[in-house]
């Protein structure tokens, strides 16, 4: 793996009082991308849950430090982290 500083792994364990986006049912079939650099991936989908338990494991390679990680969500709000590496 050419170039490579570092394995990431992200554990995302939980959503809590997510939005609902299916009024009809009252419920959402949230999950969660992590995208970095060009690496994607997601958690599994936890249908009709707006307090949904994941305990997904996402692992991505870093290249790039300085790159930022973003966590989206379907049913949240985009967030941003970024990495520092020492």
Request: aromatic content about 10%.
């Amino acid at each position: 793996m050419e170039g490579v500083m570092g394995i990431l792994r992200l554990t995302i364990k939980k959503g809590t009082n997510l939005v609902v986006r299916d009024k009809g049912r009252g419920s959402s079939d949230p999950y969660v991308v992590a995208t970095l650099d060009h690496q994607k991936t997601k958690t599994k989908v936890v249908k009709d849950n707006c307090n949904p338990v994941w305990g997904d494991d996402l692992t991505m390679t870093i290249k790039d430090p300085k790159v930022p990680i973003k966590l989206v969500g379907n049913t949240f709000q985009y967030y941003s982290l970024f990495l520092y590496v020492f």
